[in-house]
């Protein structure tokens, strides 16, 4: 028993529940898990967010420990986990690709390559659209030629709208090529730096980072404050930039925007290509939605699937977890999916939203506070450079937060028509794809919002 590890139990486990569940609610839930450790009465397993935890606790977990019993021979308890930077997974195999005599040994086949890369985030399945296809193009580009053009490559977005996915593809059309890749985390690295320092390491360290031709590291904002992380990191960043290495960064904000950053690492930064991602659109949205119905096999009725799209729009894993969560209902409880069903399935998920909708009184302050100009010329007739920009500011954070129609964004704005909200939307859209100071200055009035 002591010699058998968690992800072969749990290897061995989904292979029988393979036939006991059903495809939706296998795909869905169960496909993703991952064994992460295990002792004499516990099984610990990972999944990737906390509602398949609740799934599986409280749907399948008779089923779940019975099969495990059968594959161990042993009773264990098995207790679900929120596993998403946890260990590396375990690639399930079906029956129909491994025999049983064999799934112990197709059990130690990673879902993760050697250097870290999840083999779900590729270019082929990255869905493309006015939102993100800058970062798109420019990631593509890295990985035809990396350390040759946009280096370093810097992608910068809120969570859950790709960025990551990006860098995992640029890895692995790198990784394709032979070249070296590592790709980590910003705390990652931090932490093993520290650890290096105390086993009296730091050589073993540099090497491991600074002999690669591909450096990815998500979230660098984490080494922002940290001193010796920072000092470690622009000298790594100084000996790959000057080889012709690659690296390519992802943060929650512009370098600019890092104001605890060193200088000298923020101005490496912003000497490469910086590009952002956006909140999807309602035509990205809906196409993110049909290529995951594609890749699971399934239908939705279109109805159904734009009204979706229309209120879930934050981020692409809240989108992708309520298609989920309609999904595993309908098939649950046999029900056919409606509007009406999915209204009542993800009532939760709406309320959330309108609760966390900012006022539309405080994002009209806080703009006039950032712009040092006053309410009332904020609603008001002045159309200097200064306030007309305040003003488009305004209407385009007002659509972003609070999600009101361009008529009543012109009402509150002075009496304004629809034509000029919309014409300043665009204004401040078109503004942010050439413009970096703009862009800071929406993210930093976003954050005060935010607080």
Request: aromatic fraction near 8%; charged fraction near 20%; charge should be neutral.
């Amino acid at each position: 028993m002591n010699q058998q590890t968690a992800q072969t139990i749990w290897q061995s486990t989904l292979v029988a529940l393979h036939g006991k569940v059903q495809r939706p609610s296998f795909d869905t839930w169960l496909r993703d898990t991952t064994g992460l450790s295990v002792d004499d009465s516990t099984l610990y397993v990972g999944a990737p967010n906390a509602f398949a935890v609740e799934w599986l606790e409280k749907r399948i977990y008779g089923v779940i420990e019975e099969t495990v019993e059968a594959s161990t021979g042993k009773a264990l308890e098995i207790r679900f986990q929120v596993a998403q930077n946890g260990p590396l997974a375990i690639a399930f195999q079906s029956p129909a690709q491994v025999s049983p005599t064999h799934a112990v040994a197709s059990s130690l086949l990673p879902t993760h390559d050697g250097v870290g890369l999840n083999p779900r985030f590729n270019f082929e399945n990255f869905v493309v659209g006015k939102s993100n296809e800058l970062a798109q193009a420019a990631a593509r580009a890295v990985a035809r030629e990396p350390g040759r053009t946009f280096n370093p490559l810097v992608i910068y977005s809120g969570v859950g709208l790709g960025k990551t996915h990006l860098v995992h593809a640029i890895g692995h059309v790198a990784t394709a090529c032979g070249m070296n890749v590592l790709y980590g985390t910003a705390e990652r690295f931090t932490n093993e730096f520290i650890q290096s320092i105390q086993r009296g390491q730091t050589e073993d360290f540099r090497q491991k980072y600074r002999q690669v031709d591909v450096l990815l590291i998500d979230d660098i904002q984490f080494i922002a404050g940290k001193g010796q992380s920072q000092e470690a990191f622009f000298h790594t960043f100084n000996e790959l930039h000057t080889a012709n290495r690659q690296i390519v960064l992802t943060s929650d904000r512009p370098p600019k925007a890092l104001t605890l950053m060193d200088d000298r690492l923020r101005s490496r930064f912003e000497g490469g290509l910086l590009v952002d991602i956006k909140t999807p659109e309602l035509e990205t949205r809906m196409a993110i939605l049909n290529s995951k119905l594609e890749a699971l096999g399934t239908y939705m009725p279109p109805d159904v699937l734009e009204f979706i799209a229309r209120r879930v729009y934050k981020n692409v894993r809240e989108l992708e977890g309520s298609l989920n969560r309609v999904l595993a209902y309908a098939d649950l409880m046999s029900r056919p999916i409606t509007a009406e069903m999915a209204s009542q399935v993800l009532a939760d998920i709406l309320l959330e939203t309108r609760r966390h909708a900012v006022p539309t009184e405080q994002v009209m302050t806080t703009v006039a506070a950032f712009y040092n100009i006053d309410l009332e010329t904020l609603t008001g007739r002045r159309r200097d450079k200064h306030t007309a920009m305040a003003r488009q500011v305004a209407m385009y954070l007002l659509k972003e937060a609070s999600q009101r129609s361009f008529s009543e964004i012109g009402r509150l704005l002075g009496g304004r028509d629809h034509t000029t909200v919309i014409h300043g939307c665009s204004k401040v859209v078109q503004g942010m794809e050439g413009d970096s100071q703009l862009r800071a200055d929406i993210l930093a009035i976003q954050e005060r919002l935010q607080q």
